[in-house]
């Protein structure tokens, strides 16, 4: 079959993927692109094309291709690495050197030195420290009846945690935390260029100052064990330092953030499933692969390039184009799941992809599933009365096309006084 016949003209279709309004529910827009136009030319402001990946199955197709498809905007063809990689200043290098951003043989090397650090078994030790973390947050708003649960609960808690794996000390957390929404989404935050290049400046500073002193003075602490950490003779560079570090940072608790927020959203619109949590708590970990795919916490997967001329589900992909595969678009997918519209905590055979697929599937998965476990499991049986303090229509949604993820979830609860 020629390439002429194997590839579909593009129709020109108008989807509203930025504004509040579809932030708010991207689901029914999403459901009209995968039956019109799954694979959606977007134009971006430099003329470049952005193609929007919607059907599960092609999603899948492009998350385990990488011989067609690149992370590194180097490694395809000029025309996708001249319009990003001009952009980029020293410092914004030094937190985009990392794995995430990296093809093989490069991806293979960063991925081996910092699984070393990273293992399930100092994920599993750290389910004691998670649950007292959640009832200590819990204890402070018990007797106010009320909470934004993302600034009091959702978000300080995988920030704890993360901080505390790296080791960076309780003094610091505020702003590394800030220096971490920043880097990750300054839109939320109403950054502008200049602003967000001085916080990412200032973090990648702290960070060299924390290198050299773990090489000096190395603890029991997962910064330690990436200064150290060592594979087949080859260590991380100070820039490779850094980024591994901001990535560690970003994601360790960025994901973990939106799915304690959007999760427990879920459960509270959707209260006959709460209670069969509430009846047989056995079902929480089925219950947080349900809500991961019902309502993830990453929208679309970070950026890959063409290498080459490529067709996917019979639309052609030109050398150099820039390709988002829509992770919450393929999540409900009808092909994919039955009802997909539907909260069913016990949903079997449930092959969601909220963490990616491949060689690049998310390194921190079993963390944020330990940690969106314990944290609402944990909310939900110490506030067994809790709900919205306004309409669901009135919450507003961050900004972004990388993360899902609420600005504020009000909640109140009836107290003892």
Same mark, same amino acid.
Not at 194 to 212: D, G, I, N
Not at 221 to 229: G, H, K, N, T
């Given at each position: 079959?020629?390439?002429?016949?194997?590839?579909?003209?593009?129709?020109?279709?108008?989807?509203?993927?930025?504004?509040?309004?579809?932030?708010?529910?991207?689901?029914?827009?999403?459901?009209?692109?995968?039956?019109?136009?799954?694979?959606?030319?977007?134009?971006?402001?430099?003329?470049?094309?952005?193609?929007?990946?919607?059907?599960?199955?092609?999603?899948?197709?492009?998350?385990?291709?990488?011989?067609?498809?690149?992370?590194?905007?180097?490694?395809?063809?000029?025309?996708?690495?001249?319009?990003?990689?001009?952009?980029?200043?020293?410092?914004?290098?030094?937190?985009?050197?990392?794995?995430?951003?990296?093809?093989?043989?490069?991806?293979?090397?960063?991925?081996?030195?910092?699984?070393?650090?990273?293992?399930?078994?100092?994920?599993?030790?750290?389910?004691?420290?998670?649950?007292?973390?959640?009832?200590?947050?819990?204890?402070?708003?018990?007797?106010?009846?009320?909470?934004? %649960?993302?600034?009091?609960?959702?978000?300080?808690?995988?920030?704890?945690?993360?901080?505390?794996?790296?080791?960076?000390?309780?003094?610091?957390?505020?702003?590394?935390?800030?220096?971490?929404?920043?880097?990750?989404?300054?839109?939320?935050?109403?950054?502008?260029?200049?602003?967000?290049?001085?916080?990412?400046?200032?973090?990648?500073?702290?960070?060299?100052?924390?290198?050299?002193?773990?090489?000096?003075?190395?603890?029991?602490?997962?910064?330690?064990?990436?200064?150290?950490?060592?594979?087949?003779?080859?260590?991380?560079?100070?820039?490779? %330092?850094?980024?591994?570090?901001?990535?560690?940072?970003?994601?360790?608790?960025?994901?973990?953030?939106?799915?304690?927020?959007?999760?427990?959203?879920?459960?509270?619109?959707?209260?006959?499933?709460?209670?069969?949590?509430?009846?047989?708590?056995?079902?929480?970990?089925?219950?947080?692969?349900?809500?991961?795919?019902?309502?993830?916490?990453?929208?679309?997967?970070?950026?890959?390039?063409?290498?080459?001329?490529?067709?996917?589900?019979?639309?052609?992909?030109?050398?150099?184009?820039?390709?988002?595969?829509?992770?919450?678009?393929?999540?409900?997918?009808?092909?994919?799941?039955?009802?997909?519209?539907?909260?069913?905590?016990?949903?079997?055979?449930?092959?969601?992809?909220?963490?990616?697929?491949?060689?690049?599937?998310?390194?921190?998965?079993?963390?944020?599933?330990?940690?969106?476990?314990?944290?609402?499991?944990?909310?939900?049986?110490?506030?067994?009365?809790?709900?919205?303090?306004?309409?669901?229509?009135?919450?507003?949604?961050?900004?972004?096309?990388?993360?899902?993820?609420?600005?504020? %979830?009000?909640?109140?609860?009836?107290?003892?006084?």
């Amino acid at each position: 079959m020629s390439e002429k016949e194997e590839s579909q003209p593009l129709v020109p279709q108008q989807y509203d993927l930025f504004s509040p309004l579809f932030k708010a529910d991207p689901f029914p827009t999403f459901a009209r692109m995968r039956q019109e136009a799954p694979l959606h030319a977007h134009q971006a402001p430099d003329g470049s094309t952005i193609w929007y990946i919607t059907r599960y199955e092609d999603v899948t197709t492009v998350l385990r291709d990488d011989q067609n498809f690149c992370k590194d905007p180097r490694n395809a063809c000029p025309a996708g690495a001249i319009s990003t990689a001009s952009r980029k200043t020293a410092a914004h290098q030094r937190i985009n050197e990392n794995m995430l951003f990296s093809d093989p043989p490069d991806h293979t090397r960063l991925r081996a030195l910092v699984s070393q650090a990273f293992t399930p078994r100092r994920v599993e030790r750290l389910a004691p420290r998670i649950q007292a973390i959640a009832d200590q947050l819990i204890d402070q708003v018990q007797a106010l009846g009320e909470m934004d %649960l993302i600034a009091a609960f959702a978000l300080p808690l995988p920030v704890f945690v993360i901080c505390e794996m790296l080791g960076i000390p309780d003094s610091d957390r505020e702003q590394v935390a800030d220096w971490s929404q920043a880097i990750i989404s300054p839109g939320s935050r109403n950054l502008n260029y200049s602003a967000r290049k001085r916080k990412v400046r200032a973090f990648t500073t702290y960070l060299e100052q924390m290198f050299m002193d773990r090489q000096i003075n190395p603890r029991d602490d997962l910064v330690s064990a990436l200064v150290q950490a060592e594979e087949a003779g080859d260590k991380f560079n100070e820039a490779e %330092l850094s980024s591994m570090v901001a990535l560690l940072l970003v994601t360790g608790h960025e994901t973990t953030v939106n799915l304690i927020g959007n999760g427990a959203l879920a459960l509270l619109l959707h209260p006959q499933q709460l209670t069969s949590l509430k009846r047989d708590p056995t079902l929480w970990e089925q219950a947080i692969e349900e809500l991961l795919r019902y309502d993830g916490p990453v929208e679309t997967s970070t950026s890959r390039w063409a290498r080459k001329d490529v067709t996917i589900g019979g639309q052609l992909i030109r050398c150099g184009d820039l390709v988002r595969v829509v992770l919450t678009s393929a999540n409900r997918d009808s092909h994919q799941f039955e009802n997909p519209d539907m909260l069913d905590v016990q949903r079997g055979n449930n092959k969601h992809i909220a963490f990616g697929l491949g060689i690049h599937y998310c390194l921190g998965a079993p963390l944020a599933r330990l940690e969106g476990t314990i944290a609402l499991e944990t909310l939900f049986r110490r506030f067994p009365n809790l709900r919205l303090s306004l309409p669901a229509s009135q919450l507003q949604w961050r900004s972004g096309v990388l993360f899902r993820g609420l600005r504020q %979830l009000p909640l109140v609860w009836p107290t003892s006084n």
